[in-house]
């Protein structure tokens, strides 16, 4: 994996690369689409197999994902003088088979707060696509 310096201060991932980072933060930002204008969700998610998961609660959320299934997630992380941001595309479906629930159960999804969340949620990603970027320091 390629870093990023000061003559090339950002580096394109390959899709192996932008997994990998994915998989090492616990923290996105959903994007779906609400009466036609996008909406975004904070979500704790895990990463298994080239796909994302996360837990959600009934509510407006969960009725956009069943409405209008493609999505965009974000996730980054920034350091001191490096940072990196990978974007994937997908189609998100709710998880209704027992062993399916069963398998996303062990990946340990934690919430924010202590209110239910009894849905557990695929991304299927029809494209990811990252960067690593160096930061200017000043």
Do not use: C
């Not at 996360?54 to 003088?81: I, N």
């Not at 949620?121 to 990252?130: F, K, P, Q, W």
Request: glycine content about 6%.
């Amino acid at each position: 994996m390629s870093e990023p310096n000061v003559d090339n201060p950002v580096v394109v991932l390959n899709d192996d690369e932008s997994w990998e980072l994915l998989g090492t933060e616990r923290i996105g930002r959903l994007v779906v689409v609400s009466g036609g204008r996008p909406d975004v969700f904070p979500i704790n998610y895990a990463v298994r197999d080239r796909k994302l998961y996360f837990r959600t609660a009934e509510g407006s959320k969960l009725v956009e994902l069943t409405v209008h299934a493609e999505v965009a997630f974000e996730a980054d992380h920034v350091e001191q003088d490096r940072a990196w941001s990978v974007v994937l595309h997908g189609r998100a479906r709710n998880l209704v088979h027992y062993n399916e629930i069963q398998e996303a159960e062990e990946l340990g999804l934690q919430a924010w707060v202590p209110t239910p969340k009894y849905n557990f949620v695929e991304v299927t990603a029809s494209e990811i696509s990252g960067r690593r970027f160096a930061l200017v320091k000043g």
